[in-house]
């Protein structure tokens, strides 16, 4: 069984660029989580989605940032007009249900590098 | 709100030293608690959770148990390994219904020979 994938694993993008970040969940796994790690920081939470539904986005920018999970395909992290500030490593992590107790898997995250 | 407080590092240790790294957090209701390991340039690998008081979490040597009255997890290992070196963090699932995990800063890990 395939682990979460994200790609691409690096994206440099020059200032006022869009960068799109894919995800795609592990199989069976209907609930998608993003993440931001700035550098020597921890893992902050950005948004939480499940298909075709964006359950919490109480950590998401609020401008500039969008999210989706379609019925099909990956979810995608869409930041528009890029700062440096974007720099970071965006994990995505999917699990199968969703609650206090359940373990998310994080896949390998993609590097974003704003010139 | 909910938060988590790691020991800051980086912790350097000799190959067969005990190892603990603390964590502590402050949170409503019952969450539950969760160790990730972080090799370099990869991303976070579950090591070990707790869902209840006094429940301990084990996993490759390590272990953590769920102390309420202290509202701590740190985690332990009684022999690391150089291969044991990596960044370790400390998380909860916060007060929402929704699983969002709430990360410490974590603690790098450096095992020499």
């Known amino acids: 069984n395939a682990g979460v994938m994200q790609n691409p694993r690096h994206l440099v993008r020059r200032r006022g660029q869009e960068a799109r970040l894919r995800c795609s969940p592990m199989k069976g796994h209907s609930h998608v989580y993003w993440y931001r790690q700035l550098p020597e920081e921890g893992l902050k939470f950005m948004v939480y989605?499940?298909?075709?539904?964006?359950?919490?986005e109480s950590g998401m920018p609020k401008e500039r940032f969008s999210a989706e999970f379609p019925k099909e395909g990956p979810s995608i992290l869409r930041i528009q007009q890029v700062v440096r500030g974007d720099s970071a490593a965006y994990f995505c992590a999917s699990s199968p249900t969703t609650g206090r107790t359940d373990t998310q898997y994080f896949g390998p995250g993609t590097r974003l590098t704003v010139l | 709100g909910d938060s988590v407080t790691q020991m800051e590092g980086p912790v350097t240790l000799s190959e067969e030293a005990f190892l603990t790294i603390n964590c502590t957090y402050t949170?409503?209701?019952?969450?539950?608690l969760f160790w990730y390991v972080q090799y370099p340039g990869e991303g976070l690998q579950l090591l070990l959770k707790?869902?209840?008081?006094?429940d301990k979490g084990s996993n490759k040597g390590f272990e953590a148990t769920y102390r309420k009255e202290t509202t701590s997890f740190h985690l332990e290992k009684g022999s690391v390994q150089v291969s044991d070196s990596a960044v370790y963090f400390c998380a909860l699932t916060g007060s929402s219904n929704t699983g969002k995990l709430i990360f410490g800063q974590g603690t790098t890990l450096q095992v020499k020979p």
């Open positions: 989605l499940q298909k075709e539904n964006i359950i919490d």
């Open positions: 707790a869902t209840k008081a006094d």
């Open positions: 949170a409503t209701g019952y969450p539950s």
